[in-house]
């Protein structure tokens, strides 16, 4: 065989090693770049929206600590989904009903050992619901905090106040999202402070659909969607993430599933199981 012959398929074998390698590479970097967020801490292991799911988030490799907003009956902005506190104390009624002191009083994870057997723990019954003053206060300044206003409409000034505490305890901004699925509330949020990096909440009941426009007004306020993983396409991924927003749907809990959004393109995503999304990430 000639020299030529051997250099040209020299040449070919290299490029051959540099595009898989290099693919496997590329691969590898979308996977170790994605966002992982604890949902309501790690919620799958601890009762949701307490201390100890927000600590626990963190030793399974959580990004960010994502804090669902309600508003006490005096004021206060406290770590709860739920309007109610029926699903999640001992208590029950509407949250802006109860003062701060009233819902300190109540059970915040009994229920989970009842509910989660497989989890339970002697140490979550008789947690409390934290306050996000609470929260900034036991994970600092430094930490990535995810923070949703839920319910604006039922809490006038919770974005305000919201921005008041961020203000307060000199939240580093630069590692600080707020998401609604109020426009609203992001506008408000925007007006208040342009500097603070918004998401836009998005629910489907069927195949998700964007338009142009809708990514277009969205992209006015917000740096980023986040829609329900169940109903996404890849097509779906493609042309959001290709418009310049971040992708961060919720709340997936499987690998499988995991992997295939990675593989579309997604550049986040909220999970239970933070642990799980650290596996993949890390190739397992």
Not at 2 to 29: C, D, H, M, Q, R
Not at 78 to 83: C, G, L, R, V
Not at 249 to 267: A, E, F, S
């Amino acid at each position: 065989m000639s020299t030529k012959w051997l250099a040209g398929i020299g040449v070919l074998v290299f490029s051959l090693n540099v595009a898989v390698n290099g693919g496997t590479a590329l691969a590898s970097e979308k996977h170790k770049d994605i966002i992982n967020v604890s949902h309501r801490g790690a919620s799958g292991h601890a009762p949701e929206h307490t201390i100890l799911a927000y600590e626990m988030g963190e030793k399974m490799h959580g990004d960010y600590i994502e804090v669902d907003l309600q508003m006490t009956k005096d004021g206060k902005l406290i770590a709860m989904h739920d309007e109610k506190l029926d699903r999640t104390t001992n208590g029950t009624g509407l949250v802006k009903e109860f003062t701060l002191e009233e819902i300190k009083k109540l059970d915040a994870g009994s229920w989970f050992n009842e509910q989660y057997p497989q989890y339970a723990k002697p140490e979550y019954a008789g947690l409390q619901v934290p306050t996000l003053e609470e929260v900034f206060q036991k994970f600092g300044k430094n930490r990535s905090y995810y923070i949703e206003t839920k319910s604006p409409e039922v809490y006038p000034g919770m974005e305000k106040e919201l921005l008041r505490l961020v203000d307060k305890y000199s939240i580093n901004k630069e590692k600080l999202l707020v998401q609604s699925f109020s426009s609203l509330s992001l506008k408000t949020m925007h007006q208040l402070d342009p500097s603070v990096k918004l998401v836009q909440l998005l629910s489907y009941k069927g195949d998700a659909v964007i338009s142009d426009g809708e990514i277009k007004e969205i992209s006015k306020y917000a740096i980023g969607i986040g829609p329900n993983h169940t109903y996404l396409n890849e097509a779906y991924v493609h042309k959001v993430v290709n418009s310049g927003l971040e992708l961060h749907p919720y709340t997936v809990n499987t690998k499988d599933r995991m992997k295939t959004l990675i593989d579309w393109g997604v550049t986040g995503m909220f999970t239970n199981f933070p642990n799980l999304l650290h596996e993949v990430k890390k190739g397992k």
